[in-house]
Antibody, heavy 117, light 107 residues
Framework: QVQLRESGPGLVKPSETLSLTCTVSGGSINSYYWTWIRQPPGKGLEWIGY???????NYNPSLKSRATISVDTSKKQFSLELISVTAPDTAVYYCARSPRAEYFQDWGQGTPVTVSS | DIQMTQSPSSVSASVGDRVTITCRASQAFGSWLSWYQQKPGKAPRLLIYEIFRLQSGVPSRFSGRGSGTEFTLTISSLQPEDFATYYC?????????FGQGTKVEIK
């Protein structure tokens, strides 16, 4: 059974770059879509964007081009970079996998990120 | 962006009750409507995709239906493990968006 695990710093300073990695175990990284979703404290879910294992991407315009998602098939990892973070970027960040981009089948446990000086 | 509005925002129900959650979209779309269940401190879990397709391993008491701008998730007989928050999600028009959530609480 596939397992996804997010990793990265739990605290990021305002204006700096948030970098998260999702490591895949027990399953292939090929032939899937890999998505990042976040959830601010006490709030609902926000789709950040996805990457297909072959490299195509799509992002939420609300992030104003601050997000970049990449994949390293050799390491079975995919990553999120979010530049110029501010307090509203504080959230639990989830990675997810699915055979189609339109829904999110398998999820990581989530990693909390706080933006604060 | 397509806005997804769920109703009710919360519902109190008893074990064995039938519960229906509605998700209304700000504009009509096709078939990419999914439902997720989230328990406190846990990641969401996919229940239904493409309006009515049950994800593998999800009990058959969960069902989805709808078209156009109105979609529903029904739990036919509420079980103790179903008390959670439920989200709808559309993927017919970028950006993909979620409803605000419906919390199913114990009466």
């Amino acid at each position: 059974q596939v397992q996804l695990r997010e990793s990265g710093p739990g605290l990021v300073k305002p204006s700096e770059t948030l970098s998260l990695t999702c490591t895949v175990s027990g399953g292939s990284i090929n032939s899937y879509y890999w998505t990042w979703i976040r959830q601010p404290p006490g709030k609902g879910l926000e789709w950040i964007g996805y990457i297909h294992y072959a490299g195509s991407t799509n992002y939420n315009p609300s992030l104003k081009s601050r997000a970049t998602i990449s994949v390293d098939t050799s390491k079975k990892q995919f990553s999120l970079e979010l530049i110029s973070v501010t307090a509203p970027d504080t959230a639990v960040y989830y990675c997810a996998r699915s055979p189609r981009a339109e829904y999110f089948q398998d999820w990581g446990q989530g990693t909390p990120v706080t933006v604060s000086s | 962006d397509i806005q997804m509005t769920q109703s009710p925002s919360s519902v109190s129900a008893s074990v064995g009750d039938r519960v229906t959650i509605t998700c209304r979209a700000s504009q009509a779309f096709g078939s990419w409507l999914s439902w997720y269940q989230q328990k406190p401190g846990k990641a969401p879990r996919l229940l239904i995709y493409e309006i009515f397709r049950l994800q593998s391993g999800v009990p058959s008491r969960f069902s989805g239906r709808g078209s156009g701008t109105e979609f529903t998730l029904t739990i036919s007989s509420l079980q103790p493990e179903d008390f959670a928050t439920y989200y709808c999600q559309q993927a017919n028009s970028f950006p993909w968006t979620f409803g605000q959530g419906t919390k199913v609480e114990i009466k």
